[in-house]
Each structure stands twice: as structure tokens, then as C-alpha cells.
């Protein structure tokens, strides 16, 4: 059983940066591959970034150099810090927990647990 609580969403001006957190619970004797994904309205979701338990870690290429996924596993806590805002990142974000899964993938079907999203706002 997996819950995921996200914060951290909220409106900023392009150029400008947001760190978004999501308390992971988990019951695993290994944690499971967690990734953030986004979506707009009408739009289908995207994934943005993953990480597994090794910490490797991929990214969509509309994110590299600009996005970071980390993990703080004492706390278990998951972030992704978001650098270079621009409006066509406005969305809702979520965080996702894939268990049984020990590897990194951004294929939204391979989650089987999610937060309830949190909102970023991009102005131009």
C-alpha cells in the first residue's frame, strides 16, 4: 500500500523556479520506482521524471537541464525542483509510485499509485 501526499504547487512568473514535494508511505521491503507526471486539461498525462531506489533517474526531454527529481529517503520525501519556468509548464502535477517496478520509466502505465496533484501556474 502505497500513499502519496504532494505540496509545493503555486504560481510564479516565467524565468522563475518551484520545488515540489510529495510525502511518500510505503509498505515494501524496497522502494518502488517514483516519478512525477503532468497534465492539463483535456490533455493526457505526461510523465516528467523518475527515479528508482539506485537513484538513477530520466527525464522528458522538454524538462533536461531544467528539472531535477531527488529523493530524501530518511525523510521520504520526493522533490522536484523546476528551474526556467515557462507557461507551457502550467499544469497539474502528480506524483506516482510504481510497485514491484525497480527501474526508471516515464510510461504512465506502469503506476499504480498517485497523489492528488498540486497546481503550477506559469505568467508570461
Known amino acids: 500500500l502505497v500513499k502519496l501526499v504532494e505540496s509545493g504547487g503555486g504560481s510564479v512568473q516565467a524565468g522563475g523556479s518551484l520545488r515540489l514535494s510529495c510525502e511518500v508511505s510505503?509498505?515494501?521491503?524496497?522502494?518502488?520506482?517514483l516519478a512525477w507526471f503532468r497534465q492539463g486539461p483535456g490533455n493526457e498525462r505526461e510523465g516528467v521524471a523518475s527515479?528508482?531506489?539506485?537513484?538513477?533517474?530520466r527525464y522528458a526531454d522538454s524538462v533536461k537541464g531544467r528539472f531535477t527529481i531527488s529523493q530524501d529517503n530518511g525523510k521520504n520525501i520526493l522533490y522536484l525542483q523546476m528551474n526556467q519556468l515557462t507557461p507551457e509548464d502550467s499544469d497539474t502535477y502528480f506524483c506516482?509510485?510504481?510497485?514491484?517496478?525497480?527501474?526508471?520509466?516515464?510510461?504512465?502505465?506502469?503506476?499504480?499509485?498517485w497523489g492528488q496533484g498540486t497546481q503550477v501556474t506559469v505568467s508570461s
Open positions: 527515479i528508482d531506489a539506485d537513484g538513477d533517474t
Open positions: 506516482a509510485a510504481a510497485e514491484g517496478l525497480f527501474y526508471v520509466t516515464l510510461h504512465v502505465s506502469r503506476y499504480n499509485a
Open positions: 510505503v509498505r515494501s521491503y524496497r522502494k518502488p520506482t
